[in-house]
């Protein structure tokens, strides 16, 4: 079997280089256009939320109307300083769901909500609840601002991530049918007989109980399980590498086998050098989103030699 590729510390720091002009160049063509959309959104709805709530005063009793809007609800947590997550919201304040229909039947869970925002809430935006009083025209236009800058930079950043991942997603599918694999539907793989036959490959679904974005079958039999990682910064890359795709690929070799199984990511972005090198210490086999080439060979290079008689059975599939 073709052993997958183990780049050395000058080829990590050459193709870690490549990406991150790459990542430049396409952050400087961005639109501010996007941005400025995002924060005239963001405007209306936190100008909407200090009407309703009168400048924050009567927040508890307008609590459903703000929670059961999306837009209103993340204006809401954004109240607080540092911002908080839909899931450390529900966490906090103790709360399992945050559905409209489960909070019109739980004044409780509601009152617990407004309670944990209120704890955190920025007092430097928005001074005059913790002073008792009325706030002047020039804070309460300030607390707008900065609110709605606040939301259009986490949309827009949000947004960023998604749209780079769907883009390198895609170009890794293209790249595999152009190499004559055949896409096949997506089933959940518990074992290696579940998986595509050789020579196909199935988008994002759950292989051994973990999430790969994509599960692809060699030509020797093999499967390789690949996850697409955008990074923005060298502090993203530890979470987007080392705590998540190494842990992953621990679990598949465990679970499947190492002889059978081959984990890898498909970079983009930002990455720091050391966490590169960890990662491919940890069994992951590395790839960039900017030399699909490379990729392309290494799995094609999979394929028995003409002449040689193949040892291994075909896998049976189970039926589905």
């Known amino acids: 079997m073709t052993a997958p590729p183990f780049f050395s ?8 280089a490549e990406s991150v002009a790459l990542f430049r160049q396409k952050r400087m063509e961005e639109p501010l256009e996007d941005y400025l959309e995002a924060f005239d959104d963001y405007l209306g709805v936190t100008e909407e939320l200090l009407e309703a709530t009168v400048d924050l005063k ?33 966490t906090v304040a103790e709360v399992k769901s945050l559905a409209p229909g489960v909070l019109r039947k739980d004044a409780a869970a509601t009152k617990r909500l407004v309670e944990t925002v209120m704890v955190g809430l920025d007092r430097r935006r928005f001074p005059w609840i913790q002073e008792g009083r009325e706030p002047t025209e020039t804070e309460r236009g300030a607390a707008v601002l900065a609110t709605a800058a606040l939301l259009a930079t986490q949309r ?40 595509p036959e050789a020579g196909e490959f199935c988008g994002e679904t759950m292989l051994a109980g973990r999430k790969a974005d994509f599960v692809i ?15 923005n910064s060298e502090l993203n890359s530890l979470k987007r590498l080392n705590n998540d795709a190494a842990i992953k690929a621990k679990g598949w070799r465990d679970d499947l086998g190492a002889a059978h199984v081959v984990s890898a990511a498909m970079l983009s972005g930002v990455y720091k050098l050391s966490h590169l090198e960890s990662a491919q210490a940890r069994g992951i086999t ?35």
């Open 286 to 320: 590395l790839f960039w989103a900017h030399r699909l080439p490379d990729f392309i060979q290494w799995i094609q290079s999979t394929r028995p030699a003409v002449g040689i008689r193949r040892v291994a059975e075909p896998r049976r599939r189970r039926d589905h």
């Open 217 to 231: 079958s060699l030509h020797d039999q093999r499967i390789l399980a690949l996850e697409c990682k955008v990074s």
């Open 58 to 90: 009567e927040l508890e009793a307008r609590a459903i109307d703000i929670l059961t809007n999306v837009d209103r609800l993340a204006a809401f947590r954004y109240l607080a300083a540092p911002p908080i997550s839909q899931d450390d919201l529900k």
């Open 156 to 195: 827009v950043g949000t947004d960023r991530r998604n749209l780079s991942k769907r883009q390198q997603e895609q170009q890794v599918e293209e790249a595999l049918i152009g190499a004559d694999f055949r896409k096949v539907p997506v089933r959940p793989i518990a074992t290696i007989t579940d998986a």
């Open 9 to 16: 510390a000058e080829d990590l720091k050459r193709f870690r």
